[in-house]
């Protein structure tokens, strides 16, 4: 049995990742942070005495930043593949804490592959790397040999542990491989990005529990894929024979504004935009009553306002292809924070 180690396991990707692992038969262990509150909800599923894998799933108390007791967790489990998704990963954050992000998308990642190096059998790393990496990028779409250049403090902090990744793969021959991933969404992202603030937002005005949405640059644009397609393909990059870099995206792009107007209309809730800039407001076309309304807070000191992955690599290496990307993403999610909230009245 192939044994696995996610740290980061209660986030979105790590709970849709150790299912997929559990489903193919491995023994997933996961690294839990101490905290005041128990965070577990996305994979309290997983740990029901009735739940079917239960027992191949094992949590541990660590922190990515306490390096001894990571390499004793790392001893103790011996895993053959280790999979790199934590640590602070909101961009907009990343400005107000900068120093905690850097810690724990940089160093922490050099200490994770220190570990590693030292390790008396082979393990297979998985790191988590960023689209923002690319941040103000010389050239659209963005692929493997496009040169950093990133332009938020969580971007630097990812570059920095993306080349050290491949400098530990150069230098000390490990099988580690960096994930460049643009956004990826779904029902169990945090509300504090905007896919989900939309989504719930529309969900909660649809059902009387909210009458406005405040949003920041309506203009910005992400190219959006489906969370549980790229777990897959973090597994598919850990099983191929020689490690190395993917860019994970869609290829496509959508921008605020049209994520809000899909997941809107998702919910037979029409949206119309007028004015710029934080003049801009969005009315709902059957009562005229505003919903949306664009707020100077959410806008970022500095944004990465195009960025548009080339997954040729992993399409043509690994037969890696996304297949739910922007507006269909948005009404996928719209419709579950609809059947969510309405399932709870
Ligand atoms: O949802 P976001 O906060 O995601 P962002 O900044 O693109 O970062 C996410 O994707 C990256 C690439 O995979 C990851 F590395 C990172 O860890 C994270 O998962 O913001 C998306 C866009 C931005 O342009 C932001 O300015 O939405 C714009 N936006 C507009 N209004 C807003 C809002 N973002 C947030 N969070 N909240 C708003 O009200």
Redesign the pocket.
Known sequence: MKTALIIGISGQDGSYLAEYLLEAGYAVHGLVRRASMFNRSRIDHLRLATAEHQDRLFLHYGDLVDVTSLRRTLKKIAPHEVYHLAGQ????LSFEIPEVTCQENGMATLGLIEILRDLDSPVRLYN?S???IFGAPPASPQNEETSMNPVNP??CA?AFGTQLCRVYRQSYGLFVCNGI?????SPR?GE??????ISLGAARIKLGQQTVL?????D???DWGYAPEYVNAMWLMLQAETPRDYVLATGGTCS?RDFAIAAFDELRLGLRFEGRGVDEIGRRTDTGEVVVRV?AR???PA???E?VGDASLVRQTLGWTPKITGSGLARLMAKADFELLAADL
């Not at 504090?192 to 603030?197: H, P």
């Not at 405040?214 to 309506?218: A, R, T």
Request: proline share 0%.
């Open positions: 990963s909101h961009v907009g988590a960023s689209s923002e969580y971007g990812k991933a643009y956004n990826h969404e992202r504090n990005f905007v896919t989900r603030k405040e949003l920041g640059n309506l910005a644009r992400r605020i707020a959410y806008f970022r944004e990465s306002l960025l």
